[in-house]
Structure formats: C-alpha cells, structure tokens
C-alpha cells in the first residue's frame, strides 16, 4: 500500500540551526502539505503546495518557513532559523487533489530545538 | 474566528460497547466534516467524512451525525475494539482553501479488554 514517508524520524537541532525535514509523497498525489503538532495538542496547518507554488498558508508559516519540491520526489519543509518553541511533530500529508478530504499523513518528524 | 473543538479529552469503554467521540464545531461555512484517528507514534488517518448537507454517514463499524442547528459532530463506533485505542480528532474542510484541514483538540478513546 502506497504510503507517506518523512526523514528523519527524529532531529535534534541548536537554536538558530537550519533544518530540512523531508517527504516522500504517494506518487500520484498532487497535493502536499506540511502540519505540525505540538505535544498533546492539536494537529495545526502550515501550508499547502500544488504545482509547484504554496496554495495556502497559515500565519505559524512565517518567513522562517520555506517548502520545496526539488524533484519529482520529495517535498521539504526548511526552518531557517530555528526557535525552541518550533519543537514538535511535523507531519507532511499529500492528497490526491485538492478537494479530498481524506489526506494521507506520513509517520512525522519529531524536531527537537535546544 | 474559526474553531473545532472537543467536549471531552477523554473517553473509557470496555471492550465491545459502543463509543460516541463528540465536538463542536463554529464555522458554519465548512463544507465537510471529517474524524480522523491518530494511533501513538503515527500520523493522523482518515476515518470518515461527512458534507455539509447531510446529517448521517455510515462506515464500516462507524457512524458520523451532523447536527447543523448546535453546531455538533459525532462519531459513533460500534463494538470498541482494542484496536479503536486512540486520539480521534475532528477537522473541518472549506473548498478553495488549498485543501487545508483544521484540526480540532482530540479526544483519546481508551478501550479497555
């Protein structure tokens, strides 16, 4: 069964850092987006990516955030610098369009800042 | 503003009664309404959905009611098994929004054997 994959699994990064948190959507999917969950909260939106260019985008992704698609593989989410408070589970999801509700989460990557 | 949210954090049922998973919700203009399921250490996954207009959508083992007038969704599972173990989360979903979900608080079902 096709799935969702993200690497690391787990990465530990200094304050300040750059990180690169990576998926691999289902490959016929057209949809990407890229959530977070803080721990024992709710899952939140960052932003959505169709075509190459961010379809939507909530006010957590801020000019800190970027997200690639370098090939015709993976998606990316970049902090660029990162925050101790930007420690959390993120999760990539892809769906086939835009108008599915049902999106297809990979397993996350917990991002630790110290 | 817009919010989904959760009456309870909590829910114990033995196994093989019947569960009922609640949230309300205040965004009137969400076109569906979907429960997913998050098991410890995965990402969410979809359950089930259900579009604005109706009130009643039936799965395999679970049924999800829309009570438009108080603004409240529910999700049904009959016959708790272990496996339903859980944080079940309620989202909504607007058209022309890039897809986005909005996630309400979760609500962990612990099943008990």
């Known amino acids: 069964e096709p799935e969702v994959t993200q690497t690391p699994s787990h990465q530990v990064t200094q304050m300040g850092q750059e990180v690169i948190l990576r998926c691999v959507p289902i490959?016929?999917?057209?949809?990407f987006y890229w959530y977070r969950q803080i721990l024992g909260q709710k899952v939140e939106f960052l932003v959505s990516?169709?075509?190459?260019?961010?379809?939507?985008k909530s006010e957590i992704f801020d000019d800190q955030f970027s997200v690639e698609r370098p090939d015709g593989s993976n998606f990316t989410l970049k902090i660029r610098s990162t925050k101790l408070e930007d420690s959390a589970m993120y999760f990539c999801?892809?769906?086939?369009?835009?108008?599915?509700?049902?999106?297809?989460f990979g397993q996350g990557t917990r991002l630790t800042v110290v | 503003g817009e919010s989904v949210g959760l009456h309870l954090p909590t829910l114990s049922v033995q196994e093989g009664d019947n569960s009922i998973i609640n949230c309300a919700y205040s965004?009137?203009?969400?076109?569906?309404f979907i429960w997913y399921k998050q098991e410890s250490g995965k990402g969410p996954q979809f359950i089930i959905d259900i579009r604005s207009n109706m009130d009643k959508r039936q799965g395999q083992r679970v049924t999800v009611l829309l009570n438009k007038t108080v603004k409240h969704l529910s999700l049904q599972i009959a016959a708790t098994q272990p496996g339903d173990s859980a944080v079940y989360f309620c989202a909504e979903y607007t058209y022309n929004q890039g897809g986005k979900l909005i996630f309400g608080q979760g609500t962990e079902l612990s099943v008990k054997p």
């Open positions: 965004n009137s203009a969400s076109d569906y």
């Open positions: 999801a892809s769906s086939l369009q835009e108008f599915d509700t049902e999106a297809f």
């Open positions: 490959s016929n999917h057209l949809y």
């Open positions: 990516f169709y075509n190459n260019e961010i379809s939507e």
